[in-house]
């Protein structure tokens, strides 16, 4: 069992940054590769970021690319999305997600364990 909690959300203007923090207890953190998520009122969950167990291979959505950065830290047990040039349409709630095994995935569906979810908006 994997608990994860995230952190950082608020309330920005357009172009500015915020950094997401998710902390997870549990298992051996290495040997789960992690993912963030964003849902916006009435729209599905989609994928925004990933990044393996040892770190060294991440996946972005093409609308955060070159925006937001993914980033680990095995020993304690964290991960972190730091998210600049903030736009009105990144507002969502910002899952964080745990997939048992470490390579990281895209679809929602290969997560196991999920965050409560932090809100950030980002008014123009």
């Known amino acids: 069992q994997v608990q994860l909690v995230e952190s950082g959300g608020g309330s920005v203007q357009a172009g500015n940054s915020l950094r997401l923090s998710c902390a997870a207890s549990?298992?051996?953190?290495?040997?789960?590769?992690m993912g963030w998520f964003r849902q916006a009122p009435g729209k599905e969950r989609e994928f925004v970021v990933a990044i393996s167990g040892s770190g060294g291979r991440t996946y972005y959505a093409d609308s955060v690319k070159g925006r937001f950065t993914i980033s680990r830290d095995n020993a304690k047990n964290s991960v972190h999305l730091q998210m600049n040039s903030l736009k009105p349409e990144d507002t969502a709630v910002y899952y964080c997600a745990a997939k048992t095994g470490m390579i990281a995935a895209t679809r929602r569906n290969d997560y196991d364990y999920w965050g409560q979810g932090t809100q950030v908006t980002v008014s123009s």
């Open positions: 549990g298992r051996t953190f290495s040997n789960y590769a």
